[in-house]
């Protein structure tokens, strides 16, 4: 008797698809099936008059209030303020400076983010010490036949970009070097970079903004000038890096001690322990840690308000106070938030791409 295999039966129309995803995480018991239907009615008659007044009955061109006449929301309003929110008060024949320094640093970062890129190395070498050369001479001028831009005049996004970058690119080893120093056998040492932690970590920012911007100067010579934004990325710097080496320090200690024993037993020093086989790993467990640290420092950039830095919330403050706009700060609030919302989530779904890639995660979901 002779058997024949049937060709494989397609899954069920019901458990694929949209109409499967539905029925598994949506409708999957009454209980959820009830709340679905709750919830999706309050979201649906709370989105309808938002998606109304955004987009449906939303002004988009004009160049006055005058043009503003439906009802809904009035983007004239940001499109004749968006230099200011984009650049500040930078002189306008100089905007030329900050695009290029900006780019630079876009395709930079890109040429890093792409697997195939050559020379990934020469490229992190330039961006870590040749570019920060090449933008304050871009941004702050003086030199090189470029007009001088005093850094009170600096504002809006691109403040606000300077601030962020420089504070995370400078907290990250400093935290690593703090979270070393926490664990060290040194008894000095160790209680110096304890003492510094705490202290930092136990002051808000704000009070750090005005120490900096009021104390910093009394501990240099008189005729030394600080520049104001200079004690402002000095004060976030460090009060970043205390939180940034509580991270690092959790992700050592998350490593087998097997591991050093193994460093140990290959002879290798501290540094060359910690280089090339204690820190890699540590840095891979902590990537949520570090990019929930930056996002938080990319938010606590808008404190600098108090201490006369217009980033990119005072100017929105700033504009709504013009008589000619009066009447329109949701506007200009609903796109200061969706400026830090599109550069917040932009460096969270990076870090879930780089988890993935370097399987630092215990589970497969994403």
Same mark, same amino acid.
């Given at each position: 008797m002779k058997y024949e295999l049937q060709p494989t039966l397609p899954p069920p129309a019901s458990t694929i698809g949209a109409i499967g995803w539905m029925r598994k995480h949506l409708f999957n018991g009454p209980y959820n099936s009830i @709340?679905?239907?709750?919830?999706?009615?309050?979201?649906?008659?709370?989105?309808?008059?938002?998606? =109304?007044?955004?987009?449906? /009955? @939303?002004?988009?061109?004009?160049?006055?209030?005058?043009a503003c006449t439906s $009802?809904?929301?009035?983007?004239?309003?940001?499109? @004749?303020?968006? %230099?200011?929110?984009?650049?500040?008060?930078?002189? #306008?024949?100089?905007?030329? *400076? +900050? %695009?290029? @320094?900006?780019?630079?640093?876009? &395709?930079?970062?890109?040429?890093l983010v792409m697997p195939q890129t050559p020379k990934k190395g020469l490229m992190a070498i330039f961006l870590l010490v040749i570019y920060p050369v090449i933008a304050f001479f871009l941004l702050y001028g003086n030199s090189f036949g470029l007009v001088q831009v005093e850094t009170h005049l600096w504002g809006g996004m691109s403040l606000t970009l300077v601030l962020a970058v420089v504070g995370i690119v400078a907290s990250l080893p400093l935290g690593i070097l703090l979270a070393l120093g926490r664990q060290s056998e040194m008894p000095?040492? *160790?209680? &110096?970079?304890?003492?510094?932690?705490?202290?930092?970590?136990?002051?808000?920012?704000?009070? &750090?903004?005005? !120490?900096a911007s009021v104390m910093l100067p009394l501990f240099f010579p008189e005729e030394m000038?600080? /520049?104001? +934004?200079?004690?402002?990325?000095?004060?976030?710097?460090l009060?970043?890096?205390?939180?940034?080496?509580?991270?690092?320090?959790?992700?050592? =200690?998350?490593?087998?001690?097997g591991q050093y024993e193994a460093a140990d037993a290959l002879g290798l020093g501290y540094w060359q322990k910690m280089i090339l086989i204690? !820190?890699?790993?540590? +840095?891979?467990?902590?990537?949520? $840690?570090?990019? %929930?640290?930056?996002?938080?420092?990319?938010?606590?950039?808008?404190?600098?308000?108090?201490? $006369?830095?217009? /980033?990119? +919330?005072?100017?929105? =403050?700033?504009? %709504?106070?013009?008589?000619?706009?009066?009447?329109? #700060?949701s506007e200009s609030y609903l796109f200061v938030a969706l400026m830090f919302w599109i550069f917040c989530f932009s460096m969270s779904r990076y870090s879930m791409h780089l988890e993935k890639k370097l399987h630092t995660g215990h589970s497969n979901r994403a």
């Open positions: @709340a679905t239907l709750v919830l999706g009615y309050l979201l649906i008659g709370w989105l309808t008059p938002v998606i =109304q007044w955004v987009f449906i /009955d @939303a002004d988009w061109f004009g160049d006055s209030r005058e $009802g809904g929301a009035c983007w004239v309003f940001i499109g @004749a303020r968006l %230099n200011q929110f984009l650049y500040g008060f930078y002189p #306008s024949e100089e905007y030329w *400076r +900050l %695009n290029l @320094a900006f780019i630079m640093l876009l &395709v930079a970062i890109v040429w000095i040492v *160790r209680s &110096v970079c304890v003492i510094f932690i705490e202290i930092w970590r136990g002051v808000p920012l704000i009070t &750090v903004l005005f !120490m000038s600080f /520049d104001k +934004l200079l004690r402002a990325l000095i004060g976030i710097t009060f970043q890096s205390a939180y940034m080496a509580e991270v690092i320090r959790g992700g050592l =200690q998350a490593i087998p001690s204690i !820190m890699p790993q540590a +840095l891979k467990l902590m990537i949520p $840690g570090i990019v %929930n640290t930056f996002i938080a420092l990319f938010k606590d950039t808008s404190l600098v308000l108090i201490i $006369g830095l217009f /980033d990119i +919330l005072a100017i929105g =403050q700033a504009a %709504n106070q013009d008589p000619k706009w009066i009447g329109y #700060s």
